[in-house]
């Protein structure tokens, strides 16, 4: 009689694996991330990413909710956070409103420039684009 010997295979659960992000930032972008990144101490993409990721996370669920967000001062004013990206997940809540009357004069305006060829950058717009 011959007998088989039959390995024990162990189940073990498969590493998920990490995800990997590549971003192409504009210079100033790059700028900022590092800016940010060095005032919170972090030490590497990934703890930004995380970080982020965990304050949007938030943020979408609080507008799922229909919970505004807003920052106070320590006097008490107050302002509201719009950002369209979140306001796409609450549709049945209506955006902050402002209303402006407007002259005939400012309309006629307002009308002439737009219609106008576009201005080239001045020198101080260029450099504000740069840094």
Do not use: C
């Not at 992000?21 to 972008?29: F, G, H, I, N, R």
């Not at 799922?64 to 979140?86: A, D, Q």
């Not at 402002?98 to 717009?125: F, G, H, K, M, N």
């Amino acid at each position: 009689m011959t007998f088989k010997q039959v390995r024990k295979q162990t189940s073990q659960p498969k590493k998920a694996r990490k995800s990997k992000y590549q971003a192409d930032l504009a210079p100033t972008e790059d700028r900022m991330v590092r800016g940010l990144k060095e005032e919170l101490q972090l030490g590497s993409n990934t703890d930004f990413l995380s970080d982020a990721v965990a304050l949007f996370r938030w943020a979408v669920g609080e507008r799922k909710r229909g919970h505004r967000i807003f920052s106070e001062s320590e006097k008490g004013e107050r302002k509201e956070l719009v950002f369209p990206r979140l306001e796409r997940i609450a549709p049945e809540f209506s955006l902050p409103r402002v209303e402006i009357s407007w002259t005939t004069q400012e309309l006629e305006s307002l009308a002439e420039l737009a219609s106008r060829e576009p201005a080239d950058p001045t020198e101080t717009l260029i450099r504000a684009m740069r840094d």
